[in-house]
C-alpha cells in the first residue's frame, strides 16, 4: 500500500507517549509499505530519523502550531488541559495555518490517509484535497467528548457525525473508548479497537538496582505532573519511612518539578535517548497518573520491559502478579504505598515478553489490517 500518515506534530524526538506511539506505526508501516510522512512543525530543530526499511519518503509540508490561546508561530509545547475536547472550535481558528495538501498528495497518490491521534482529523477534514482518497483517524478518544462540558460535548458530537461521513474507519484504543463512542456516533459499526504498544531494545537486559522507583513521563503534560508530584508529596515519604534510601527517577522532557530543590532520593533526569537503559536498572515502575489521559503507553512500557509496576486503574492494563492497580479512593497514598513497598520488599519475577519488531508489533499489525481493509472496500 501507499500510505500517506498525517500528523498534527513533529513525531520526532520520541519523547512522549504520543510521539512513541507515532514513530512505531511509522516504522512498523514503512517495513512493508511505502509512506509519506506530513507533520506539523513544533520543534524545528530536531532532525527527521532515517528510516532504514521499504522504500520511504518522508517530507515535512506542515509548518503551523495549534492555537490553543498562544500565538500562531511559537514553538513551545502547550499541555492540554485534562478531560475538555475543544478541537472542532480549534479547527476554524487553524484555517490560516493549514497549507493546502493537493500538491503532495497528488505526487504521492496515495490509496489511503492515515490521520494519526485525532487531531489528524482536524487536518484532513479541513482539506478539500483530502475528499478524493480514503481515510483513517487513528487514536480517537471519544470519554474526552463524554467527560465535557455540555456545549463542548455538543458542539464535538456534531463535529465527529461529520467526519464519520469521510473517515472510512476511526480506531480507538480500548473497549471502554467504543462504549463512549456510542454515544456520541450510536453507530459504531467504522470504530475499531487498536490497541498501544511498546517496544524494547532487542538486546535489553535487566539489571535492577535495589529500591529504585522509575516514573517516566513527559512532564510538559499535566496529568503527569500533577501524579508525580502527588505521588512525591503524599506516598513517597511514607515508603522512605519503611524503607531508607529508596530512590526515585524521574525520567522524561519538561521544566524542573521543584525549582528550590528536589527532595532527598529524588532525581530528574529529564529526556533520554534510551528508555530501555533506565527501565534495565529499575526495581519498580511507577505509574501515579488520576486524572486525563496518559496510562497507556507508560504501562505498556513498563510490562514489555519486564518492571513491576503499581498504577492507577486503565481499561487497557490487566492487574497480574507484577502489576497492582490501585483504586482511586481517599486512601489511594497509602495503597499505592504499601504496594511499592511490597514490590520492593518481594521482587516478584516480572515475566519479560517475546521481542519483536515494530513491524510485528501488535498495534501496526492491527492497524494495517485496517489500513488494508479499507483500501480493498474502496478499490
Not at 495549534?66 to 478531560?83: I, Q, S, Y
Amino acid at each position: 500500500m501507499r500510505i500517506a500518515i498525517i500528523s498534527p506534530w513533529n513525531p520526532w524526538p520520541v519523547d512522549s507517549g504520543s510521539r512513541q506511539r507515532a514513530d512505531l506505526i511509522i516504522r512498523g508501516l514503512a517495513a512493508s509499505h511505502d509512506v509519506f510522512v506530513i507533520y506539523g512543525l513544533q520543534q524545528p530543530y530536531h532532525a527527521i530519523p532515517e528510516l532504514n526499511q521499504h522504500p520511504t519518503a518522508v517530507a515535512q509540508f506542515l509548518t503551523f502550531r495549534w492555537p490553543r490561546g498562544e500565538p500562531v508561530g511559537t514553538t513551545a509545547d502547550v499541555p492540554r488541559k485534562p478531560g475538555i475536547d475543544v478541537r472542532p472550535r480549534d479547527i476554524q481558528r487553524m484555517h490560516p495555518c493549514i497549507p493546502d495538501l493537493s500538491g503532495p498528495l497528488a505526487t504521492f497518490k496515495p490509496d489511503v490517509i492515515l490521520a494519526l491521534e485525532a487531531d489528524g482529523a482536524l487536518i484532513a477534514a479541513s482539506q478539500h484535497s483530502v475528499q478524493s482518497f480514503p481515510m483513517v483517524v487513528d487514536q480517537w478518544e471519544p470519554s474526552r467528548i463524554v467527560d465535557a462540558r455540555l456545549a463542548t460535548r455538543i458542539r464535538s458530537q456534531l463535529f465527529w457525525r461529520s467526519i464519520m461521513q469521510h473517515a472510512r474507519a476511526i480506531t480507538v484504543v480500548t473497549a471502554a473508548e467504543k462504549a463512549a463512542a456510542r454515544h456520541i456516533l450510536g453507530n459504531v459499526s467504522k470504530v475499531c479497537i487498536v490497541e498501544n504498544e511498546a517496544l524494547r531494545v532487542s538486546n535489553f537486559a535487566r539489571n535492577p538496582a535495589p529500591m529504585t522507583l522509575l516514573f517516566a513521563g513527559n512532564l510538559d503534560y499535566e496529568p503527569n505532573r500533577d501524579a508525580i508530584l502527588w505521588f512525591i508529596a503524599d506516598v513517597l515519604p511514607t515508603i522512605q519511612k519503611e524503607m531508607s534510601g529508596v530512590q526515585l527517577q524521574i525520567v522524561g522532557r519538561g521544566a524542573p518539578l521543584c525549582p528550590a530543590g528536589l527532595p532527598v532520593g529524588v532525581t530528574q533526569q529529564g529526556w533520554v535517548d534510551d528508555i530501555s537503559a533506565c527501565y534495565s536498572t529499575a526495581s519498580v515502575a511507577i505509574n501515579p497518573v488520576r486524572t486525563g489521559h496518559g496510562s497507556r503507553v507508560k504501562n505498556r512500557c513498563a510490562i514489555i520491559h519486564g518492571v513491576p509496576l503499581v498504577t492507577f486503574p486503565d481499561p487497557s492494563t490487566l492487574a497480574s502478579e507484577s502489576v497492582r492497580c490501585i483504586p482511586a479512593l481517599p486512601n489511594a497514598a497509602q495503597e499505592f504505598a504499601a504496594a511499592c513497598l511490597a514490590f520492593l520488599q518481594n521482587p516478584p519475577a516480572a515475566p519479560l515478553p517475546e521481542y519483536e519488531s515494530a513491524a510485528d508489533s501488535r498495534l501496526v499489525t492491527a492497524l494495517s489490517d485496517v489500513l488494508r481493509r479499507v483500501v480493498g472496500a474502496d478499490a
